[in-house]
């Protein structure tokens, strides 16, 4: 029998590269009949998720562990996963197959072409977490990014070309400040710049002999938080996912939007010292903005599709702090609860996204004085939704419940002010998830529901929409009832971060006996 080493390599390569293979087909084949092209799109969304999925479950153990495995691939790129981007990988092509049923069953013009740009979007993002090599994770970060801009721009809806615009700018923007803080940080490393990897920066700056400036790690951090939204580089976030396509808001905020994230924690976090300092002061007080001000704009929405745009960027404040309270404190705790809740949050935002649309498909609307009531007429949309809302609050047996509580606990010892300020989060969240579900499903028909039900009865939830719906629940239960799924992948390079954090806090000139 093949070890799980020497087949791995294989399926990895399979996961990332069929979707954009199958994308180029359905772009270059307008004239492919609809039946032809949704088969064979549904094949490009759904082997990344069988393979992804058979690599993070406990039985794939038996052919050895997938983690720190490394292999050159095409474009000399090396590929592999680790105790970080398995998590994120199998996450994102579980999002990836819920967000193409969607696509698969919208009617939209030039079809083929629309899913052949989803599923370059989705080829990209799992390439992301798949690579090993540092120009190979910009690679396709960017190769994901412009289908993104592509298909807000042409498929999206009100207020599409400036949404898709101001993307544009701010993530362009945030690429090129985090890429120019790496490539004067493997410059000081002495890294060539076509096949580093991400280990290869880890020990060139942990070479004492190499002297990394604030600046560069201040550059490197900001670019990335503003791919991830943080604050006061999040204001892209809410319009673009507001008026994008719900495919693409599914994988964007789902899965894209880690990137940022997952480069703070493998490349800032890991190699550049960012948790002290001036620069870990503000990555504190921006984490913190994220928590309340995100929360607070949340309250004032009165629009379904809104407010749950906004609330993703609100739900980035709780894993920043996660990886702050680990590279400034050392407590591995936090990145293990941070980790936690983006795999969770990639799950509860894409259920969401595509259950909005699902009222908005219905309605007509995502205002909500021009909802009301639509529980009696959609019972299984209405009971889909609060799962979906109670999975983002954080109620036990959803995923976030592990990440929420396990950053709050991570933060135990430091000021009570900031402990109060996460927990608030909670109620604030939970102000205003439930307000908008009495608003939509349980509160008064308004006269516009009303008349539209009285012309065309509404009809619940399509097969389609719950198969979609059924996998990001039922992945978020699965990993709520059995968090060792994720822990167990991701315990050992929390762990090892922390125990950097300290070494760095230890030795630094200005630390103290009372420094933790």
């Given at each position: 029998?093949?070890t799980f080493s020497q087949f791995n390599p294989t399926l990895l390569l399979v996961a990332i590269f069929t979707p954009l293979i199958v994308g180029l087909i359905l772009l270059a084949g307008k004239t492919l009949p609809r039946s032809f092209s949704s088969g ?212 964007h905020a789902g899965a894209l939007k880690k990137f940022g994230l997952y480069g703070i924690i493998i490349i800032a976090a890991a190699s550049m010292n960012i948790g002290h300092g001036t620069v870990g002061k503000w990555f504190l007080i921006c984490a913190v ?63 969401l996204f595509l259950l909005a649309n699902a009222v908005r498909t219905r309605a007509g609307t995502y205002r909500f004085d021009e909802l009301g009531g639509l529980a009696k007429h959609t019972p299984i949309l209405a009971a889909c939704f609060v799962a979906a ?128």
């Amino acid at each position: 029998m093949e070890t799980f080493s020497q087949f791995n390599p294989t399926l990895l390569l399979v996961a990332i590269f069929t979707p954009l293979i199958v994308g180029l087909i359905l772009l270059a084949g307008k004239t492919l009949p609809r039946s032809f092209s949704s088969g064979f799109a549904f094949l490009g969304f759904a082997l990344p998720a069988a393979i992804a999925v058979w690599l993070f479950l406990p039985s794939s153990e038996a052919f050895g562990s997938p983690l720190k495995l490394r292999f050159t691939g095409p474009w000399g790129f090396s590929f592999g996963l680790n105790g970080i981007s398995l998590p994120l990988f199998a996450m994102t092509a579980v999002v990836g197959l819920a967000a193409g049923i969607k696509a698969l069953i919208q009617e939209v013009e030039n079809r083929n072409a629309y899913l052949g740009l989803v599923l370059f979007m989705l080829g990209g993002t799992l390439g992301v977490f798949a690579t090993d090599n540092i120009i190979g994770f910009y690679f396709f970060h960017e190769f994901a990014l412009v289908p993104t801009f592509i298909l807000t721009l042409y498929w999206g809806g009100e207020g599409r070309r400036s949404a898709a615009m101001q993307m544009a700018i701010y993530l362009t923007v945030g690429a090129m400040l985090s890429l120019a803080g790496i490539l004067i940080a493997m410059s000081a490393a002495g890294l060539s710049l076509m096949d580093a990897t991400f280990e290869q920066l880890f020990l060139g700056l942990h070479n004492p002999q190499v002297s990394l400036p604030t600046a560069t790690a201040a550059i490197t951090l900001f670019g990335f938080g503003t791919l991830a939204s943080l604050f006061p580089f999040h204001s892209w976030a809410a319009p673009g996912y507001s008026a994008a396509p719900t495919p693409v808001s599914m994988i964007h905020a789902g899965a894209l939007k880690k990137f940022g994230l997952y480069g703070i924690i493998i490349i800032a976090a890991a190699s550049m010292n960012i948790g002290h300092g001036t620069v870990g002061k503000w990555f504190l007080i921006c984490a913190v903005a994220n928590v309340v001000i995100a929360g607070l704009i949340c309250l004032a929405q009165r629009d379904l599709k809104q407010l749950i745009s906004w609330s993703s960027v609100a739900h980035m404040g709780p894993i920043f702090l996660g990886i702050w309270v680990c590279t400034s404190r050392g407590v591995a705790a936090g990145l293990d609860a941070a980790l936690f809740l983006m795999v969770a949050h990639g799950l509860s935002c894409a259920a969401l996204f595509l259950l909005a649309n699902a009222v908005r498909t219905r309605a007509g609307t995502y205002r909500f004085d021009e909802l009301g009531g639509l529980a009696k007429h959609t019972p299984i949309l209405a009971a889909c939704f609060v799962a979906a809302t109670m999975a983002s609050v954080g109620l036990p047996g959803f995923g976030n419940f592990w990440g929420e509580i396990g950053v709050f606990l991570s933060l135990k010892g430091e000021s009570l002010w900031l402990q109060a300020l996460v927990a608030s989060t909670v109620v604030i969240s939970a102000v205003y998830s439930l307000r908008a579900v009495a608003n939509v499903f349980f509160g008064p028909p308004s006269k516009e529901i009303t008349e539209r039900f009285s012309f065309a009865p509404f009809k619940d939830l399509s097969g389609a929409e719950r198969l979609a719906t059924f996998i990001l629940l039922g992945a978020s239960l699965a990993i709520g009832f059995a968090p060792h799924l994720i822990t167990r992948h991701t315990n050992e390079d929390a762990q090892g971060l922390a125990k950097l954090s300290k070494l760095t806090q230890a030795n630094s000139p200005h630390s103290t006996p009372s420094a933790r």
